[in-house]
């Protein structure tokens, strides 16, 4: 998802485009997308990256695989390219390795190259920029209740803010819940 589209979402959604033609000139055409002022687009990013840091270290985080270099066994969390949030598993050759996590990284037992699995964190978001979430967890819909919800927190509209809060919550909360649920089994059926 492209962090241009959500943020003209949040807009319009916000309704901040009729704002904007009463203190200019001339209103924008309704195909044209409003125009923010710096400071509101700076505002709006500020918002995607929290929503998305939210979304990435509470309820659907990203996660990659990298192959690094153990040096002494010790791997260093600078020598990640992406910063890491947790780490799930250290591989060398297939075979999982056992390790502590320490403030700087990981202790493991072995050198030479290994495999290791781990969450990290979102890069900050960039108007030209797009989300990292590729396989359909996290939808634009909910990207936007968060963002309107930000939005509204900042600029301190307690109401309206709540209103979009609880819709955020519970768009999260179904994709979580559909999510959730092509793992588990079925629901239970009685038959006569």
């Given at each position: 998802?492209?962090?241009?589209?959500?943020?003209?979402?949040?807009?319009?959604?916000?309704?901040?485009?009729?704002?904007?033609?009463?203190?200019?000139?001339?209103?924008?055409?309704?195909?044209?997308?409003?125009?923010?002022?710096?400071?509101?687009?700076?505002?709006?990013?500020?918002?995607?990256?929290?929503?998305?840091?939210?979304?990435?270290?509470?309820?659907?985080?990203?996660?990659?695989?990298?192959?690094?270099?153990?040096?002494?066994?010790?791997?260093?969390?600078?020598?990640?390219?992406?910063?890491?949030?947790a780490v799930a598993s250290v591989k060398k050759?297939?075979?999982?390795?056992?390790?502590?996590?320490?403030?700087?990284?990981?202790?493991?037992?072995?050198?030479?190259?290994?495999?290791?699995?781990?969450?990290?964190?979102?890069?900050?978001?960039?108007?030209?920029?797009?989300?990292?979430?590729?396989?359909?967890?996290?939808?634009?819909?909910?990207?936007?209740?968060?963002?309107?919800?930000?939005?509204?927190?900042?600029?301190?509209?307690?109401?309206?803010?709540?209103?979009?809060?609880?819709?955020?919550?519970?768009?999260?909360?179904?994709?979580?819940?559909?999510?959730?649920?092509?793992?588990?089994?079925?629901?239970?059926?009685?038959?006569?």
């Amino acid at each position: 998802m492209k962090i241009k589209n959500i943020i003209e979402s949040a807009v319009k959604l916000l309704n901040l485009s009729a704002a904007e033609a009463e203190n200019s000139e001339c209103a924008p055409q309704d195909n044209e997308p409003p125009k923010l002022s710096e400071s509101e687009e700076k505002l709006m990013l500020k918002c995607v990256d929290f929503v998305i840091d939210d979304i990435a270290s509470d309820y659907f985080p990203l996660i990659r695989e990298d192959e690094l270099f153990v040096r002494n066994g010790r791997l260093f969390f600078k020598d990640f390219p992406r910063t890491p949030t947790a780490v799930a598993s250290v591989k060398k050759d297939g075979k999982a390795l056992n390790f502590s996590r320490r403030f700087d990284g990981l202790q493991l037992g072995e050198d030479g190259n290994v495999t290791v699995q781990y969450a990290f964190k979102p890069a900050a978001a960039a108007v030209d920029g797009e989300t990292e979430w590729t396989d359909g967890c996290v939808s634009e819909r909910i990207l936007v209740y968060g963002v309107a919800a930000e939005y509204c927190i900042a600029a301190g509209l307690d109401a309206d803010a709540e209103m979009w809060d609880k819709r955020y919550r519970d768009a999260l909360q179904r994709a979580v819940i559909k999510y959730l649920s092509g793992k588990s089994t079925p629901k239970r059926r009685w038959f006569k």
